[in-house]
């Protein structure tokens, strides 16, 4: 069964080279606390645009995973968030939940499918992140597994992604 959620909450130096913008909104209230009245601000971000990097027309953003950075491509026609060998090293997995076969745009592949705790862009963190890797895998490819929890939009004349929670 798959637990996700959704956490919003302070980004790296790194993250924020990349960050272009944050709309951000919140809740405000109050708190008694014996006989006491305290004002409560709750900060939410509403959504963060990021430049990404375009290398032959692919986007290529900075992520953490599990606290380590890396870089990413932008990947909407993948089911799950896809790692490379070198990542699955630094990262230290060991074991894999399940295997499957998936069908690419090179055909079909045998993937190799693991968790990991933590996927942060910029002030977005989502945590247990289905993650796959298939021998074939060359790059890391930021898909579904985590895309899903967001609406988001490119702007092709800016260079920016623009990310906001559903």
Same mark, same amino acid.
């Given at each position: 069964m798959e637990k996700q959620a959704l956490l919003i909450s302070q980004q790296?130096?790194?993250?924020?080279?990349q960050l272009v913008s944050t709309v951000g909104g919140g809740y405000s209230g109050y708190v008694e606390i014996n006989g006491k009245r305290h004002s409560v601000y709750e900060p939410a971000v509403m959504s963060q645009t990021?430049?990404?990097?375009?290398?032959?027309?692919?986007?290529?953003?900075?992520?953490?995973?599990n606290g380590m950075p890396f870089e990413v491509i932008l990947d909407t026609g993948a089911s799950y968030v896809a790692?490379?060998?070198?990542?699955?090293?630094?990262?230290?997995? &060991?074991? =894999?939940?399940?295997?499957?076969v998936h069908h690419t745009a090179n055909g079909d592949v045998k993937v190799n499918y693991f968790y990991v705790s933590s996927l942060r862009l910029g002030s977005f963190e989502v945590k247990d992140v289905k993650c796959g890797n298939s021998p074939s895998n060359v790059h890391n490819l930021l898909g579904?597994?985590?895309? &899903?929890? =967001?609406?988001?939009?490119?702007?092709e004349s800016s260079g920016t992604i623009t990310f906001t929670p559903k």
């Open positions: 790296s130096e790194k993250e924020k080279s990021f430049k990404y990097r375009s290398v032959n027309n692919v986007k290529h953003l900075d992520v953490e995973i790692l490379n060998s070198d990542a699955i090293r630094k990262l230290g997995v &060991k074991e =894999f939940v399940g295997t499957g579904g597994s985590f895309l &899903k929890h =967001f609406d988001y939009s490119i702007n």
